[in-house]
């Protein structure tokens, strides 16, 4: 019987051959910089990643979490934290000046609900309903046709109702996510009785023991591919966008990362893929086009500062920010870190938001597009006033 890995290669072989294929080197103008934004959804634990070691509690509210960073981390110049040892490549960028982050960023939503969390980023009004989302609104800020991208199966909500849809190139690899919903039974159906049928049943069995033995909920994911694949899908995303320098936008979600339980070990090979992807991305992008890129990456919101009795955290409130890129501010930490005692912490359990993400976002459209203040009010508005140089 075909293994769950063949499957998932038969259905994306063709989307690799087709996204590569429709993206060929072309002559149009460049745009004047470059915004990419990863898109973790299922609530990532940046503590994790990078963790405030000098901060005496750490130990005390993750006694078995904080073992690994704390005995064999990297320090990330004088900030007081340290990165994981599967995260050795955000330090690494960290050193070169070319990465820097935000250990207490986020929306305004405090209802720890996925789906309420995702649409308030992606729609970036600070609503969680709403006729467009933001990145279809720098879009059309940019004046420019054709001048972004998304690396999904579908338009995705932060791009939703522009003048003009993104082009869409969904990127392939072992951490395909299956379809889910009334597409995947139409495929089964298709299959039925076929030696495919069953490999496709084995696939989806296989994938629910997977996200249960890990204690995630898949729902949160919604349907993004999983994060450990994206060190085997950042050199096609890189190819693509060094090959076409109008793209000035770029969107990539990833899911994967909500850890309720043996966090260390999912999240050790996440964070791995992660370093991964951005050092292929800036290498397949180049020096050139590295210097004018600005790479985000956060999730819909962070986890608890303690970890539970399953050695892994619940949903949060405040979380990571990473921004990457080659003539970024980097090697610094943006914005405010209070501490990890009860009287800085959210609810007294989570970190809170003292940096907004559309401030945050705002600041990399201003710096990498040119993008004005006027167009940023419309973009995100009711953004609040904090001024960051990315």
Do not use: Y
């Not at 994790?48 to 078995?64: C, G, K, M, N, T």
């Amino acid at each position: 019987m075909p293994s769950r890995r063949r499957f998932l290669q038969w259905s994306a072989s063709g989307l690799a051959v087709h996204a590569f294929n429709a993206f060929a080197i072309e002559r149009a103008p460049q745009a004047p910089g470059r915004l990419i934004v990863v898109f973790l959804r299922g609530g990532f634990d940046g503590l994790f990643a990078l963790s405030p070691v000098s901060d005496p509690r750490l130990s005390e509210l993750r006694p078995s979490l904080s073992k690994t960073v704390l005995s064999q981390g990297t320090a990330l110049g004088s900030t007081g934290f340290s990165a994981h040892p599967s995260a050795k490549a955000l330090a690494d960028l960290f050193a070169s000046r070319e990465l820097a982050f935000s250990p207490c960023a986020g929306t305004t939503d405090t209802s720890r609900s996925h789906f309420q969390a995702q649409d308030l980023f992606e729609l970036g009004s600070g609503a969680t309903h709403g006729e467009s989302g933001f990145m279809a609104r720098a879009a059309q800020a940019l004046s420019a046709n054709s001048n972004a991208i998304s690396f999904t199966r579908e338009v995705p909500l932060c791009f939703q109702g522009g003048v003009r849809p993104p082009e869409i190139a969904p990127l392939s690899g072992s951490g395909l996510k299956l379809p889910e919903g009334r597409l995947l039974e139409a495929i089964r159906w298709a299959h039925r009785g076929q030696r495919t049928g069953d490999a496709l049943d084995q696939a989806i069995a296989t994938e629910e023991q997977i996200q249960s033995a890990m204690g995630m909920e898949p729902q949160a994911a919604r349907g993004a591919p999983g994060a450990n694949g994206l060190g085997r899908t950042a050199g096609t995303m890189g190819r693509i966008l060094r090959g076409n320098p109008r793209l000035a936008l770029a969107f990539l979600d990833a899911g994967g990362v909500d850890t309720h339980a043996n966090e260390e070990g999912a999240l050790s090979r996440v964070m791995a893929s992660i370093g991964e992807g951005l050092v292929e991305l800036k290498t397949s992008l180049g020096d050139t086009e590295w210097r004018r890129t600005r790479v985000v990456m956060m999730s819909e919101f962070g986890r608890t500062v303690r970890e539970n009795g399953t050695s892994g955290t619940d949903h949060g409130h405040g979380g990571l920010f990473l921004l990457a890129g080659g003539a970024i501010a980097g090697g610094r930490m943006i914005g405010d870190f209070r501490g990890l005692g009860d009287h800085a912490l959210n609810d007294d359990r989570d970190l809170p938001v003292l940096a907004d993400w559309r401030a945050l976002l705002a600041a990399c459209l201003r710096d990498a597009c040119g993008i004005p203040d006027s167009a940023l009010n419309a973009i995100f508005p009711g953004r609040p006033q904090q001024n960051f140089a990315l």
